[in-house]
T-cell receptor, first 116, second 113 residues
Framework: ETGVTQTPRHLVMGMTNKKSLKCEQH?????MYWYKQSAKKPLELMFV???????ENNSVPSRFSPECPNSSHLFLHLHTLQPEDSALYLC???????????????FGEGSWLTVV | GENVEQHPSTLSVQEGDSAVIKCTYS??????FPWYKQELGKGPQLIID?????GEKKDQRIAVTLNKTAKHFSLHITETQPEDSAVYFC????????????FGIGTKLQVIP
């Protein structure tokens, strides 16, 4: 139990489907993240929300649409995906704060997405 | 931006031997260096971290060293056990607000019984 819960754990969707990934954190953190993990590639940061405001969007195609209704919940809405979007999508959270020397990011177990 | 290089990409050791994974980073502003372990089918879990004001940190069989001048940091696992088999990621980030963390590509460690 990491304190970050992702659902569903596995998802298979067609290229014309619309689906959503859900993430909930129980750690009292103010920042939430979506990462994409593909084979033989470093973890790719997709989106960051800090205090419910999107602060980072790393050139992610518009077929991925994040939503952060409050500091505990994060969604990734998926629409007209491509087979190359098949990957493990990881949600994470961390505290926020200025100064200091870094805050730990805590990951969920991930949602395995297969686009057919 | 930050660039983190990690090697080796795969590592096989006999049970009981030590394993060392090395990383370099490029941004001198980075001051926090976590290490994550990812087991099959699970998300990455933090196993140890080190901050820039410390040169070495140890937690039981795991230790991490940091050389800020050379921009190197390393993970050392002693007396390896089969349950240490996993993918290990190093990362570097700078402080303030949310965390913009750059990860290494990962090292797949196999401990042979």
């Amino acid at each position: 139990e990491t304190g970050v819960t992702q659902t569903p754990r596995h998802l298979v969707m067609g290229m014309t489907n619309k689906k959503s990934l859900k993430c909930e954190q129980h750690l009292g953190h103010n920042a939430m993240y979506w990462y994409k993990q593909s084979a033989k590639k470093p973890l790719e940061l997709m989106f960051v929300y800090s205090l419910e405001e999107r602060v980072e969007n790393n050139s992610v195609p518009s077929r991925f649409s994040p939503e952060c209704p409050n500091s505990s919940h994060l969604f990734l809405h998926l629409h007209t995906l491509q087979p190359e979007d098949s990957a493990l999508y990881l949600c994470a959270s961390s505290p926020t704060g200025t100064g200091g020397t870094g805050n730990t990011i805590y990951f969920g177990e991930g949602s395995w997405l297969t686009v057919v | 931006g930050e660039n983190v290089e990690q090697h080796p990409s795969t590592l096989s050791v006999q049970e009981g031997d030590s394993a060392v994974i090395k990383c370099t980073y490029s941004d001198s502003a980075s001051n926090y260096f976590p290490w994550y372990k990812q087991e099959l089918g699970k998300g990455p879990q933090l196993i140890i971290d080190i901050r820039s004001n410390v040169g070495e940190k140890k937690d039981q069989r795991i230790a991490v060293t940091l050389n800020k001048t050379a921009k190197h940091f390393s993970l050392h696992i002693t007396e390896t056990q089969p349950e240490d088999s996993a993918v290990y990621f190093c990362a570097a980030s700078s402080s303030g607000g949310y965390q913009k963390v750059t990860f290494g590509i990962g090292t797949k460690l196999q401990v042979i019984p």
